[in-house]
């Protein structure tokens, strides 16, 4: 199946630091989701956003829509070491979301 | 709690076995989605329902592998005959209808291991 690259593949910050990660495809896409992962857990949806150049946020966290339907972002403010984990994008198009391979997230306190 | 919930947790089975498991999505959801999930990699689609029709299959989707949902609530996946190539964690997702990709929203996963 389709997966979307997502970069960087993983990520050492330390606390407090702001983090950016992106999220592109070769194909439109009508929706885009991000997740967090937890080893051994399902992922968590984070935010979504349904138009082109939408920008969202959820607390410390904010994603954009790319203007191309063919990208996303997702920016984190003032990392805290709960932020470590597995952040995945997904976008959207007829019934099916496709996933991105995933950006590693670490937090040194 | 009123999440989606997957059983088993973990299932361990000899190559060549049959395995089963279930996935309850959120109740008002009438979209429950299968993916599969190897390590370092993002979920893999694999088949959606609506309510209790079967719309959409992955090629991933193998004849060994049958997914029902039979009175539009939970929903079980099957494999047969189980191969090592079948290790992996398997994800229920559910979600609403609408005119926009409702958000999917995922159970904590069937971790198979196929020895």
């Known amino acids: 199946g389709q997966q979307l690259n997502q970069s960087p593949q993983s990520m050492f910050i330390q606390e407090g630091e702001d983090v950016s990660m992106n999220c592109t495809s070769s194909s439109i896409f009508n929706t885009w989701l991000w997740y967090k992962q937890d080893p051994g857990e399902g992922p968590v949806l984070l935010i979504a956003l349904y138009k082109a150049g939408e920008l969202t946020s959820n607390g410390r966290l904010t994603a954009q829509f790319g203007i191309t339907r063919k990208d996303s972002f997702l920016n984190i403010s003032a990392s805290i070491p709960s932020d470590v984990g597995i952040y995945f994008c997904a976008g959207g198009t007829g019934n099916q979301f496709y996933f991105g391979t995933g950006t590693s997230l670490t937090v040194i306190p | 709690d009123t999440g989606v919930s997957q059983d088993p947790r973990h299932k361990i089975t000899k190559r060549g076995q049959n395995v089963t498991f279930r996935c309850d999505p959120i109740?008002?959801?009438?979209?429950l989605y299968w993916y599969r999930q190897t390590l370092g990699q993002g979920p893999e689609f694999l088949t959606y329902?609506?309510?209790?029709?079967?719309?959409?299959k992955s090629r991933l989707l193998s004849d060994r592998f049958s997914a029902e949902r039979p009175k539009g609530s939970f929903s079980t996946l099957e494999i047969q005959r189980t191969e090592q190539g079948d290790s992996a964690m398997y994800l229920c997702?559910?979600?609403?209808?609408?005119?926009?990709?409702?958000?999917?929203?995922f159970g904590d996963g069937t971790r198979l291991s196929i020895l």
């Open positions: 109740s008002e959801h009438n979209r």
């Open positions: 997702a559910s979600s609403l209808d609408g005119l926009n990709h409702q958000p999917q929203h």
């Open positions: 329902f609506q309510n209790e029709a079967q719309l959409e």
